[in-house]
């Protein structure tokens, strides 16, 4: 149904695109987390150039691949690259596909504010995530069991910090898995034995981020500080996949993001622009 809806409104959008004579709406769509600056930098497009429009919507880097793949999105956000199984479906249909690197983002880990852990090894937050650490008490805190909260499995966080913090290692099968950034801060402000992962511009006020040592030696907090000057050593990048028989109609809004303006405006809100 969602699938029909999202075909109705591309529709609509294209009629009333040709109808007034308009520049061709670009629509984008996937990684939830990736909204916040996708919404600064179409603020900024829309806003610059009047006759220009964009349909931005987020339902997680894996939807913006499948909706890339079913022609109902011009642009796929993901905060991951695509997997050899996702490239190959687009082979296997003659779509080939462009990629673009356009911003990293600081991978947070929070907990509880209550919790009186601050700081966690990048190894030990491997662990807990895994399940091979299943009590604070292991790592220097209480003597409570650990309750992990994960994205689904279809969001770009999902397995982009699989990637970076539990490299072969499986998420345990005791994690809780939530759809959305706003259902793991909730569930981390309410138990205090806590503990999910945000990237930094997704954290707020009600919960704690940690110290983060990839070394055993040296902490960091992800600080805008620390981010900005590369001490805070945990990242994920941010892609744009589209057709690339599209490149004409998109060259206007990708080459803004690309700009010396999209570039202020990624970094302004505490990303890190990429060449």
């Not at 609509?12 to 695109?17: G, L, Q």
């Not at 769509?29 to 987020?58: F, H, N, Q, W």
């Not at 796929?76 to 997997?83: C, F, H, I, N």
């Amino acid at each position: 149904m969602k699938s029909f809806c999202l075909s109705l409104n591309l529709l609509f959008y294209t009629f009333i695109s040709l109808a007034q004579n308009q520049n061709p709406i670009v629509v984008i769509r996937g990684s939830e987390a990736g909204l916040r600056i996708m919404t600064k930098l179409r603020e900024a497009y829309v806003s610059k150039y009047k006759d220009r429009m964009i349909d931005l919507a987020g339902f997680g880097s894996t939807m913006g691949i499948v909706y890339l793949k079913d022609g109902q999105t011009d642009i796929a956000v993901t905060s991951r690259k695509m997997t050899d199984e996702e490239l190959a479906e687009f082979q296997q249909d003659n779509i080939n596909l462009a990629e673009i690197q356009f911003a990293k983002e600081a991978f947070t880990v929070v907990v509880n504010k209550a919790n009186p852990i601050t700081k966690l090894t990048k190894k030990q937050v491997g662990n807990i995530f895994a399940g091979y650490i299943t009590n604070w008490k292991e790592v220097g805190g209480n003597e409570a069991p650990i309750r992990v909260y994960i994205r689904s499995n279809t969001s770009g966080c999902y397995l982009g910090f699989k990637d970076l913090f539990l490299e072969n290692m499986n998420y345990t099968s005791r994690a809780m898995m939530l759809g959305t950034n706003a259902q793991l801060k909730a569930n981390v402000a309410k138990n205090i034995n806590s503990i999910a992962y945000l990237g930094f511009g997704s954290v707020d006020k009600n919960t704690k981020m940690l110290k983060i040592s990839v070394n055993d030696i040296d902490y960091y907090s992800p600080t805008a500080e620390n981010i900005a000057n590369l001490s805070y050593p945990i990242y994920r990048t941010y892609y744009f996949y589209y057709r690339k028989k599209d490149e004409e109609k998109l060259k206007h809004f990708i080459d803004f993001v690309r700009s010396d303006l999209g570039k202020t405006i990624i970094a302004k809100h505490d990303h890190m622009p990429i060449d």
